[in-house]
């Protein structure tokens, strides 16, 4: 049996921390689902990238990193906004997985109140939160040193910090 993973998270945008949980849950199961959650959002201020701007990001990056794309995917995940039946939703979108790799404190409520799944404890580095790299993109402040090169291109080439300036 294959011993999959789901990393889930709404990676706006994907930065250096989702970036060092990638890479480490790579190398500890076989195949990586990466769930990009609230996929229907866009344009927000909390929420500035389509789930399409989102996948290029992550393949881009991985890419980049030299990740085979045959021991990943990546899945847009729509929100439900009902907490109880949020993980089998999930379950239902994406292959099946065994554990959970998430940044989110709500999230990880949600997958250990289910017992099939183990929930690992994701370190993300604070000063790669999402909220700070949108900040500093909104401001024009040092954004591109907490995302990784890829993304970094990604979000200059279709005006980035121009888009949240314009949104917050």
Not at 94 to 99: A, D, G, L, M
Request: aromatic share 10%; charged share 25%; with cysteine.
């Amino acid at each position: 049996m294959t011993n999959t993973s789901l990393f889930i998270g709404r990676f706006q945008p994907f930065h250096k921390g989702h970036l060092s949980v990638a890479l480490a849950a790579l190398k500890k199961c076989d195949f990586l689902i990466i769930g990009i959650g609230s996929a229907e959002n866009h344009h927000e201020k909390d929420n500035p990238f389509t789930a399409r701007e989102r996948w290029e990001m992550i393949t881009n990056t991985l890419d980049e990193q030299d990740i085979s794309r045959d021991h990943y995917t990546i899945i847009p995940v729509r929100n439900i906004n009902n907490y109880d039946l949020w993980v089998e939703h999930v379950a239902r979108l994406v292959p099946p997985f065994q554990s959970v790799y998430t940044g989110s404190p709500i999230v990880k409520k949600l997958f250990k109140n289910h017992d099939q799944f183990e929930v690992l404890d994701v370190d993300f580095i604070e000063k790669s939160r999402g909220t700070k790299v949108r900040e500093q993109l909104k401001t024009n402040g040092d954004w591109e040193s907490l995302v990784p090169t890829a993304v970094a291109e990604y979000l200059k080439n279709i005006s980035g910090p121009a888009r949240l300036q314009k949104i917050s």
